[in-house]
């Protein structure tokens, strides 16, 4: 097998450092972004480092994996254990989660509370986030928080259900909760009726 060329090991370097301080894959755009790049031209490197078992990725959004950690500095040592509460509904509101199924291990760099009570994660169920890049079984990491501002991916709480979706306060005290699929209806609900548990800050996906 060819060595890595230094754009390859640039790109691996870049996939896996975002992957450490966001908690999810970047996108073949973010990527074309950082190195100034056509997507065509990542797409290339992405092939290449696959051919290569760098990387594992599918078509869907930010599905790049590395395959396996090439700092061994890295250990679990340093992740923060946060509690798996089952699955939250990427469409119509679901019954509302309060039970622990598990455990998911994060890197603590992308959450700023570093206490576990105030950081969970839930599995999704259905496509409604599909646009923004969050699909079927994916684990999102959510962070209890006191704000949050338009356009945050948040789990709200309405009237005892809960949903994942866009945030977007509205005039005369009603708030949209907004989903990532044409195939969706957006839902606005009165502001009383709406409760923030908390703001996505990061993904896992399992290959």
Sequence with gaps: MKALTEKQKSMLD??????EQEGMAPTVYEIADFFSIKTSTVFAHLRALQRKSQITRTSKARSISVKGSRNKTKHMSFLLPIPLLGRINA??????LEYK???VFINPSIVSSKDSK???????????????????DDII???KVDNVNPGDIVVALVQEETTVKSYFPLRGGRVELRPANHDFNTQVYPDAHVNIQGKVVGLQREY
Excluded: C, T
């Design 118 to 136: 105030n950081v969970f994660a839930l599995k999704v169920h259905g496509q409604s986030m599909r646009d923004l890049g969050i699909y079927e």
């Design 141 to 143: 990491i959510v962070e």
């Design 14 to 19: 870049y996939i896996e450092d975002f992957i």
């Design 101 to 103: 199924e598990g455990e």
């Design 91 to 96: 469409g119509s509101p679901a019954d509302n």
